[in-house]
């Protein structure tokens, strides 16, 4: 480690700047230090960039961003005993306390002290150096990359949704909302899981083309609204034409086992409640706005069980390295742009636009560490 510390800063919204600091101070005893060597954009650092806000968490001024991160280990803990200098790692960017009753229940995720990167005033990864716990740093296998590590992060947030909060069955169906990223691995682990049929919804007709290609999935353009329609008259109507255009029912083989819902829209959800099945499964992933009205009626008759999935939690990110590493998921087709660090702005215009300078579309943008 040398003395300085470049940083790619927020300092307002929709403003970066570029600025050294002095290196951080050697590792506790069980804490390494770790060179970012790519980092991933996602849709709540696009949130807090644009917006000033990704859900409760408020932009504070100044901000390191990122958080879907691999690297390189430069410095290890005097206790650390499973890392060395030099291992490649994906980082796991929150760090719990390990102390409260949450974290002792073995839901870390829902600690009342965590601390996330790039959220609530912790600096995220966009910089030449990051300590975190060492048991949170995940040495990769040989035949995983480092871009493909920083895509572990999102892809345990699909493993938490999936295989942790759903506790998807085998030759189960099920529905998505949402062909971003998270939604795009989430048909992924619930392929690589034996789901029978997944049904990918989406408003952009190359992102699903993208979904049919990647996992096979069938796909759903949204139908328009008609003019003046209520959204809960919409989302009525549409889960219904959905439920006819695929042969799908309330009940039985041919019913929505799981809808999974990652794209956080209002009507989505209204939607998602009208096409799963009796009985069936409902997990949020979205962050969307702040109150969603809901069909309760209809959530009520058929006795769904609505699940909110919070990142991810133990496990996840085990599994999410195991899936990629044994072939059952294959990130290289989402890993689309990757900038060199002094260009960060131009990484970020890039996911505001989903196309890059050179034409094509953006899925996931990377930025390479500045070391």
Same mark, same amino acid.
């Given at each position: 480690?040398?003395g300085?510390n470049?940083?790619? @800063? ?8 570029m ?5 951080? %101070? ?5 804490d ?9 954009l996602?849709?709540?650092? &696009?949130?807090v960039?644009?917006?000033?806000? =990704?859900g409760?968490?408020l932009? #504070?001024?100044?901000l ?13 803990g005097s206790?650390v005993?499973?890392l060395?200098?030099?291992? $490649?790692?994906?980082?796991?960017p929150?760090a719990a ?9 073995g ?17 995220g +990864?966009?910089?030449?150096y ?5 048991d949170?740093?995940?040495k990769? /296998?040989?035949?995983? #990359?480092? =871009?493909e590590g ?12 999936v ?11 099920v ?7 998270v939604?795009l691995l ?5 392929k ?7 049904? *990918? ?5 190359? $992102?699903?083309?993208? *979904?049919?290609q990647?996992? !096979? ?10 003019p003046g329609? *209520?959204?809960?008259?919409?989302s ?9 255009k695929?042969g799908?029912g309330?009940?039985?083989l ?14 989505c959800?209204q939607t998602?409640i ?10 949020? @992933?979205?962050a ?5 009205l809901?069909p309760?009626?209809i ?7 609505m699940i909110?999935?919070?990142r991810?939690?133990p !496990?996840?990110? /085990? &599994?999410a ?7 059952? @998921?294959?990130?290289? %087709?989402?890993?689309t742009h +990757?900038f060199?660090?002094k260009?960060?702005?131009l990484a970020?215009? +890039? +996911?505001?636009?989903? &196309?890059? %300078?050179d034409?094509?579309p ?8 500045p070391i």
């Amino acid at each position: 480690m040398n003395g300085v510390n470049h940083c790619c @800063v927020m300092t307002k919204i929709n403003t970066l700047v570029m600025e050294d600091r002095a290196a951080p %101070p050697g590792p506790g005893p069980y804490d390494v230090v770790v060179v970012p060597k790519m980092t991933g954009l996602c849709g709540s650092d &696009m949130h807090v960039f644009l917006e000033g806000r =990704a859900g409760e968490s408020l932009f #504070s001024d100044p901000l390191v961003l990122g958080h879907e991160c691999a690297g390189v280990v430069a410095q290890v803990g005097s206790n650390v005993k499973t890392l060395k200098v030099g291992d $490649r790692v994906a980082l796991e960017p929150g760090a719990a306390c390990l102390r409260c009753e949450n974290c002792k229940s073995g839901d870390y995720n829902q600690c009342g002290d965590f601390k996330f990167a790039a959220a609530d005033g912790f600096d995220g +990864t966009l910089q030449g150096y990051y300590t975190l716990p060492a048991d949170i740093a995940y040495k990769l /296998p040989d035949n995983v #990359s480092l =871009a493909e590590g920083a895509l572990m992060e999102p892809l345990a947030v699909a493993v938490m949704s999936v295989s942790k909060v759903a506790k998807i069955g085998h030759n189960q169906n099920v529905a998505i909302f949402g062909a971003g990223p998270v939604g795009l691995l989430t048909m992924a682990v619930a392929k690589a899981l034996g789901a029978r049929r997944i049904l *990918a919804i989406d408003v952009n007709a190359s $992102r699903l083309e993208f *979904a049919k290609q990647y996992v !096979g999935a069938e796909t759903h353009l949204a139908i328009p609204m008609n003019p003046g329609e *209520a959204r809960e008259d919409y989302s009525k109507r549409h889960g219904k034409y959905i439920m006819e255009k695929f042969g799908l029912g309330e009940r039985g083989l041919e019913a929505i086992d799981l809808v999974v819902e990652c794209s956080g829209a209002e009507v989505c959800v209204q939607t998602g409640i009208w096409l799963v099945k009796r009985r069936g499964k409902f997990v949020q @992933v979205g962050a969307g706005p702040a109150h969603n009205l809901i069909p309760m009626s209809i959530f009520v008759n058929k006795e769904v069980t609505m699940i909110g999935s919070l990142r991810y939690g133990p !496990g996840c990110y /085990p &599994m999410a390295i195991d899936l990629v590493s044994r072939g059952l @998921v294959d990130l290289k %087709p989402l890993h689309t742009h +990757t900038f060199p660090f002094k260009d960060a702005i131009l990484a970020f215009e +890039t +996911t505001k636009k989903a &196309m890059g %300078p050179d034409g094509k579309p953006a899925i996931k943008v990377m930025i390479e560490g500045p070391i």
